[in-house]
């Protein structure tokens, strides 16, 4: 690599944040109102020191970390049901038939308007409640995970991964499992020797943007009646005391995970899947 492409390699994915702080930093000074727009020093305090107690509810890392609990349960809930609903879609053109309409007519329905239906049918209940647990440590980190939220993130993670996958296994070309039969090969060698690698980048894809989905209604569960802890709950409660610093700082530490996450995933694809781009 050129001592040129080089420099533009690390420079110009920097140009665009490092233009909107000095914006930001300009803007706050020029407006003189923390509360309508604090600095990013103020800002840049509470993202160095994650483990500061704010507002008397934890710090950003213990709501952080309950908030990472919350959307892997939710996602991996919706990775389990969405991945094996999506292959049979896929690959059979009568369950396609027959749960295709379903899918269309959920599917645009916003995860947060579930929310009202939810509450009534589960109100506050939490993973303490299925298991029993009524104190102790176990109590207080089960209790923070209500069913409401996990189904809310559940909805949020599960269409993206079922319509990519549903594209993936389905975009296959015949001719490659056509051929595979020929050749002797089992149903069982057919689905991971040929459907499951010629779909899997069509799939990390899907789990990719199912994850992005999570987090995004994290922050609308987190708000409902019930919680007490998480990023999305922090959030709410700073802003109604005024203190849009740490709303700033947990809006980019949820911006911070979610680039993190994204940079995993395509890290992975183009590990696993250069031959993809190749083919191209």
Known sequence: MSLKSLFSALTLPLLA???????????????????VLPTVGQVAYLMFHPTENLLQMGSMAVNVWISCLRVFGGYMAGLMLALPLGILMGHYKLVNRLLGSLVEILRPMPPLSWIPLLLAWFGVA??????????????????????????????????????????????????????????????????????????APSIVTGMRLGLGGAWMCLVAAEMMP?????????????????????????????????????????????RCFAWKRLAR
């Open 226 to 270: 019930g919680s007490i802890s998480g990023i999305g709950y922090l959030i709410t409660h700073a802003y109604t005391v005024a203190r849009t610093d740490i709303v700033m700082a947990g809006m980019i530490s949820i911006g911070i995970i979610g680039l993190l996450i994204d940079v995993t995933f395509r890290a992975v694809e183009d």
């Open 17 to 35: 944040p490092l233009t909107a702080l000095w914006v930001w930093q300009h803007s706050a000074v020029a407006i003189g109102n923390d509360v």
């Open 126 to 199: 939490s993973l303490a409640t299925l298991f029993g647990v009524e104190e102790g440590e176990w109590y207080i980190l089960l209790n923070s995970i209500k069913f409401t939220m996990l189904i809310v993130i559940f909805i949020g993670a599960f269409f993206p991964i079922l319509l990519n996958t549903v594209h993936g296994v389905s975009g296959v070309p015949a001719t490659l499992i056509d051929s595979a039969r020929v050749l002797g090969a089992s149903e069982r060698d057919i689905f991971f020797k040929v459907l499951l690698p010629g779909a």
